[in-house]
């Protein structure tokens, strides 16, 4: 909504659907998002079995065990998905490897100051393997900044403890394969395109409240960047810069429920990757007929997106 409400309108109001075409590109292995789906299985395998064990992460004792789970998965997946070629197979492989060896390497780190505590935690739908002490299949409900009620779903990659258990702080951790463009913009929300982090610090608070700590604090956010282009960056937003947050998901819906849904105007940003193209023509001239009704403040019901 916050890229492009027209775009929301094409995928998820009238439903439109591109056309899928079978495609074979003797250059890859697996997809991105094949690529990120199998790093996450490993980790949530990896960080599960240590919590299991109460134990903090580490590179001499535990890559072994990590790249044991990493190989069972790379078999698992070129079973799915048959690799195009041996050299194809053995660069991805290698990607892959290297991603878990900084994970780890970070996370070593990372434990000097939090501990990993909850995984996958599942919310509003079932857990992943049997219930977890955080899991809930009953959606959260948010408030919005101006009194409206949205129900949440969704799973949280990591959960950690900072510091000592009776200080009832935590943080959360989401795991990004991709690139990190979109988490570093100086507004943390992107005009409403970047809006996780403040819906799940606050599904999160409402969880750890209710179900294992009644005043659990949750303190900050953190994208995290195993994989090789990321270098293992992690870019944390905190509690405190995300207190607009649930106005800025106000005003997103309002705009859904109002029936205002504008093109992007932004179609240099915003138009390269999009499905719905053919349906728009010329997205330079209507983002540009966008920005002046935008501008105009006599077109009151824009003003959420304004």
């Known amino acids: 909504i916050g890229a492009c409400a ?15 075409q079978l495609e074979f590109d003797p250059t890859h292995w697996l997809d991105p998002i094949q690529f990120g789906n ?15 064990q109460r134990r903090l992460p580490s590179v001499e004792r535990d890559m072994a065990r990590l790249s044991a789970i990493l190989e069972q998965s790379i078999e698992r997946y070129a079973r799915m998905f048959p690799p195009p070629g041996p050299s194809v197979f053995r660069q991805q492989c290698m990607q892959l490897r290297q991603s878990a060896r900084i994970f780890l390497t970070e996370e070593e780190l990372l434990g000097r100051s939090q501990r990993p505590r909850f995984v996958e935690v599942s919310v509003g739908m079932k857990a992943r393997e049997g219930s977890g002490q955080a899991d809930t ?4 409900m948010v408030r919005t900044g101006d009194g409206a009620v949205i129900r949440v779903r969704g799973r949280i990659d990591r959960i950690d403890s900072i510091g000592d258990d009776r200080d009832a702080e935590f943080a959360l951790c989401d795991y990004k394969t991709g690139s990190d463009y979109r988490y570093t913009k100086p507004d943390v929300f992107w005009e409403g395109r970047v809006i996780q982090h403040a819906l799940y610090l606050t599904v999160a608070a409402n969880v750890l409240t209710r179900k294992v700590d009644r005043n ?5 956010f953190d994208y995290y960047f195993p994989q090789h282009r990321g270098s293992g960056r992690r870019i944390r937003i905190t509690t405190e810069q995300v207190r607009a947050g649930t106005s800025v998901i106000a005003n997103l819906c309002r705009l859904v429920s109002e029936g205002s849904f504008m093109p992007t105007i932004d179609a240099e940003g915003d138009c390269t990757m999009c499905d719905y193209l053919a349906a728009c023509g010329d997205v330079k001239t209507i983002a540009a007929w966008a920005k002046i009704k935008i501008a105009n403040p006599d077109n009151v019901q824009l003003q959420p997106l304004r």
């Open 6 to 20: 027209l775009r929301y309108f094409f995928k998820y109001v009238l439903g439109i659907r591109p056309a899928e």
């Open 38 to 52: 199998l790093l996450h299985d490993v980790f949530y395998r990896f960080m599960g079995e240590l919590i299991s």
């Open 137 to 140: 299949e009953e959606p959260v």
């Open 216 to 220: 659990a604090k949750v303190v900050h």
